[in-house]
């Protein structure tokens, strides 16, 4: 049974930065892409970020030079660094992992605040 579990999100002004964290379980991490996705009320929930199995990263255009999506195999973690936070990421992120067969799970989601 696959799990992810994320965390790191919180309140934070404008300007400022977050690390968001998602812990995976029960399957062979390296082996699966990663990716960080967000949605507001009412609209389709988004990719901000994306990196393969083999550290292969994409960005979304509105988040290009400030967010950093990074993995670490040995501890079955993704990361995605925040940094100049803008009142429009506000948003619940949701971590993805997509299994080389194509299955997609997800995880519970975490709420960013970012306060104008």
């Known amino acids: 049974q696959v799990q992810l579990v994320e965390s790191g999100g919180g309140l934070v002004q404008a300007g400022g930065s977050l690390r968001l964290s998602c812990v995976a379980s029960?399957?062979?991490?390296?082996?699966?892409?990663m990716a960080w996705y967000r949605q507001v009320p009412e609209k389709q929930r988004e990719l901000v970020a994306r990196i393969s199995s083999v550290g292969r990263t994409i960005y979304a255009d509105s988040v290009k030079g400030r967010f950093t999506i990074s993995r670490d195999n040995a501890k079955n973690t993704v990361y995605l660094q925040m940094n100049s936070l803008k009142a429009e990421d506000t948003a619940v992120y949701y971590c993805k992992m997509t299994m080389s067969w194509g299955s997609d799970y997800w995880g519970q989601g975490t709420q960013v605040t970012v306060s104008s």
């Open positions: 029960g399957s062979s991490f390296s082996n699966n892409a």
